[in-house]
C-alpha cells in the first residue's frame, strides 16, 4: 500500500521561504510523477507544481513561478517543494500526490493522480 506523509509545514512570514517533504513508503518515485496541490479555505484543490516520473520535466502555476522548485531524490524515495518570496495568498493545506499511470508527463488535475498525503498546513501571515 503507498503511503505519503507531508512535512514542513507551519506558519511563515511573507517573504519567508517554505520547505515542504514528501516522504512515499509502498512504491519508489520512478514509478510515479509526483503534484503538489494546495488547498485554500473555501477554494478547490489546485496544482501548484508537478514532476514527471523520471524527474525531466516539470510544470509550475503561474502563481508560483518563477518563486518554487520542485524536486524529487530517489535515493530517499521522496519529493519536495520549496516556495520563495512567500505572500499571504499562498496559505493553505498542501498535499503531495503521486500518479502511477502517467508514463511521460504530469497533470493539473486532481483525477490523475492516485495516491494522497494528508496535507500539511502552510499560513504566510505576519
Known amino acids: 500500500q503507498v503511503h505519503l506523509v507531508e512535512s514542513g509545514g507551519g506558519l511563515v512570514q511573507p517573504g519567508g521561504s517554505l520547505n515542504l517533504s514528501c516522504a512515499a513508503s509502498?512504491?519508489?518515485?520512478?514509478?510515479?510523477?509526483i503534484g503538489w496541490f494546495r488547498q485554500a479555505p473555501g477554494k478547490e484543490r489546485e496544482l501548484v507544481s508537478c514532476i514527471t516520473r523520471r524527474g525531466g520535466s516539470t510544470y509550475y502555476a503561474d502563481s508560483v513561478k518563477g518563486r518554487a522548485t520542485i524536486a524529487k531524490d530517489h535515493a530517499k524515495n521522496a519529493g519536495y517543494l520549496q516556495i520563495n518570496s512567500l505572500e499571504p495568498e499562498d496559505t493553505g493545506v498542501y498535499f503531495c500526490?503521486?500518479?502511477?499511470?502517467?508514463?511521460?508527463?504530469?497533470?493539473?488535475?486532481?483525477?490523475?493522480?492516485?495516491?494522497w498525503g494528508q496535507g500539511t498546513q502552510v499560513t504566510v501571515s505576519s
Open positions: 500526490a503521486f500518479d502511477s499511470t502517467s508514463l511521460h508527463g504530469c497533470y493539473s488535475t486532481a483525477r490523475h493522480y492516485d495516491y
Open positions: 509502498g512504491s519508489t518515485l520512478d514509478q510515479n510523477a
